[in-house]
């Protein structure tokens, strides 16, 4: 009686509707964003933490700094998040096809945000803190103007990790980004440390170790976001595949093998043909194989796919 009754309220409160997700998937998938916002954050305070060693004006115009970008990663975590929204809303309707165009277009303009937004600080960089602060010493002016400068290289692709961490969470998948942020604080530590402690850099010591984390890290979602293996079907009822479903599933095996001597790199994948055709294959990741051989050219490395023993780029 007492489970019944408590099955009824459970209802009630859900407007008579059986729940989408019980309370351990919805913990499942909010601990690791928490742990993820929360280390996306810590970048800049472990930036102030370690240019303490360099002198107060150091540390200063490092903090104040600070307070600019936590604004800014405000910002681009709500478009990020709007983005996704409309992503869920059509994964939820069942329209791939839209979904799919929904997050490119999450990333471009994720993108191009970062990269608007990188400019305007990096060449107002000086006018902006004056702006925000006020009348403050000159050498605190000039290590927070430093600061922001080379920090502000970094927003375009930390735009674009929150872009494709939103695109993870949309689909219920948030420990990647959670694991992706916690590299890039690692990267970031790690990077200050040598720099600071090594090579007895300022304030830029500080800074470009922030850089390379975030370059690092959008690289990394973009890549995961890229990639295609059978562990990314999540519904493993095969009657119900769409295109993307069928794809993914039939990757039985790939190796990504780099040759740093000869600067060539190779993926090699088993598609089990009959599953999906490599038709199909090559309708969904064309695009993406061409933008990987795009990559290596910028790198100058060679890209080169192989798909069942047979060479197809």
Not at 64 to 79: E, G, H, P, T, Y
Not at 99 to 124: E, H, P, R, T, W
Not at 203 to 227: H, N, Q
């Amino acid at each position: 009686m007492t489970k019944l009754l408590h099955h009824n309220e459970k209802t009630s409160l859900n407007g008579g509707r059986e729940p989408l997700f019980s309370q351990k998937e919805l913990l499942v998938l909010a601990i690791p964003l928490l742990v993820e916002q929360l280390l996306e954050v810590t970048v800049g305070m472990a930036d102030t933490m370690m240019v303490s060693r360099c002198g107060e004006a150091a540390i200063s115009g490092v903090s104040l700094v600070d307070m600019i970008n936590n604004l800014i990663i405000v910002l681009f975590a709500a478009l990020a998040t709007g983005g996704a929204v409309v992503v869920s809303q059509y994964l939820g309707a069942k329209e791939r096809g839209n979904a799919d165009k929904s997050a490119g277009q999450l990333l471009l303009l994720s993108g191009l945000s970062g990269v608007v937004i990188g400019v305007v600080c990096f060449v107002l960089a000086r006018p902006m803190i004056r702006l925000f602060y006020g009348s403050i010493d000159t050498d605190v002016l000039d290590a927070g103007v430093k600061y922001l400068q080379i920090i502000a290289l970094s927003y375009p692709f930390l735009a674009l990790y929150n872009g494709g961490a939103a695109l993870f969470r949309s689909i219920g998948n948030s420990k990647i980004s959670m694991q992706i942020s916690f590299l890039m604080n690692i990267i970031n530590i790690v990077g200050n440390a040598v720099c600071i402690f090594g090579f007895k850099m300022g304030v830029d010591g500080v800074a470009w170790p922030s850089v390379v984390s975030r370059v690092v890290a959008a690289a990394l979602i973009l890549a995961d976001k890229s990639d295609v293996r059978r562990s990314r079907v999540r519904n493993q009822d095969q009657t119900t595949f769409d295109i993307h479903d069928r794809v993914n599933y039939a990757v039985t095996d790939q190796t990504l093998k780099i040759n740093t001597e000869k600067k060539v790199i190779s993926l090699n994948l088993q598609i089990d043909t009959d599953i999906c055709s490599m038709y199909e294959y090559f309708e969904i990741f064309l695009q993406r194989m061409l933008m990987c051989r795009g990559a290596a050219d910028m790198l100058g490395a060679t890209f080169k796919l192989t798909a069942n023993g047979a060479k197809v780029l």
